[in-house]
C-alpha cells in the first residue's frame, strides 16, 4: 500500500528533476552543472539518489526510492545562451534545497 503511495511522487520528482535538466541545457548551462542541480533537486524533494546522462541531444534521468528506480529520457531542443534562465532554476532548486 505505501509504493502505491511512493511511486506517484518519485514520478512527480522525477519528471520535476528532468525538467530541470533540460531547461538548464536548453539555456546553455555546462553539463556538469545540469547535472548536479538536478541531483540537488531531487535529494531535496526526497528520493534516495539521481543519477543523469547529459547528452548534447537528449537528457536520461534515474531517481531511485526506496529500492525502486525510474528512468525518463528527453530530447533536447536548443533555445540559445540564456543564463537568466539559468541562474533563475538554480535559484529555484538552492531554494528547494533550503526548504526541504
Not at 528533476?17 to 545540469?34: D, F, K, M, N, P
Not at 541531483?39 to 537528457?59: C, H, P, Q, Y
Request: hydrophobic share 40%; aromatic share 2%; glycine share 4%.
Amino acid at each position: 500500500m505505501e509504493s502505491d503511495k511512493i511511486q506517484p511522487r518519485q514520478r512527480d520528482i522525477t519528471r520535476l528533476c528532468i525538467q530541470c535538466a533540460l531547461l538548464l541545457l536548453q539555456h546553455g548551462a555546462e553539463s556538469t552543472l545540469v547535472e548536479q542541480l538536478s541531483f540537488r533537486l531531487g535529494k531535496a524533494l526526497g528520493v534516495d539518489n539521481v543519477e543523469s546522462s547529459i547528452s548534447a541531444n537528449a537528457v536520461v534521468l534515474s531517481t531511485v526510492h526506496h529500492g525502486h528506480c525510474l528512468t525518463s529520457t528527453r530530447k533536447n531542443i536548443d533555445r540559445g545562451i540564456n543564463m537568466h534562465m539559468v541562474t533563475e532554476v538554480q535559484r529555484i532548486v538552492i531554494l528547494a534545497s533550503i526548504d526541504y
